[in-house]
């Protein structure tokens, strides 16, 4: 069973840059369509961006297309997501997560979860 940790969070500016890793352990992700979700207080969880196992295929949420990116390295067990031009309404405790599908955009299709890290923007 594989085990996520996410870091990279924390503070940032408006319009500035963050860069979030999570690596996996306890077996490998090259199965797995890996995705990034988040929570804001007081919301449901919401998707961000996945990526297919081979990592040909991505998909984006609407308020981050265009901003944000998701890569992988298999070889390192890591999934990234790359968030640049950063507004005050990403901030978010930010999950990655691993499914069994090639990817997806729900929750409810993920098996596997990391603890969360915090990112907040500040205007």
């Known amino acids: 069973q594989v085990q996520l940790v996410e870091s990279g969070g924390g503070l940032g500016q408006a319009g500035g840059s963050l860069r979030l890793s999570c690596a996996a352990s306890g077996g490998t992700v090259s199965p797995y369509g890996l995705g990034w979700f988040r929570q804001a207080p007081g919301k449901e969880r919401e998707f961000v961006a996945a990526?297919?196992?081979?990592?040909?295929?991505?998909d984006y949420a609407d308020s981050v297309k265009g901003r944000f990116t998701i890569a992988r390295d298999n070889a390192k067990n890591t999934v990234y997501l790359q968030m640049n031009s950063l507004k005050p309404e990403d901030t978010a405790v930010y999950y990655c997560?691993?499914?069994?599908?090639?990817?997806?955009?729900?929750?409810?299709?993920?098996?596997?979860w990391g603890q969360g890290t915090q990112v907040t923007v500040s205007s």
């Open positions: 990526i297919s196992r081979g990592g040909g295929i991505t």
């Open positions: 997560a691993a499914t069994v599908r090639v990817y997806g955009a729900r929750p409810d299709e993920y098996a596997f």
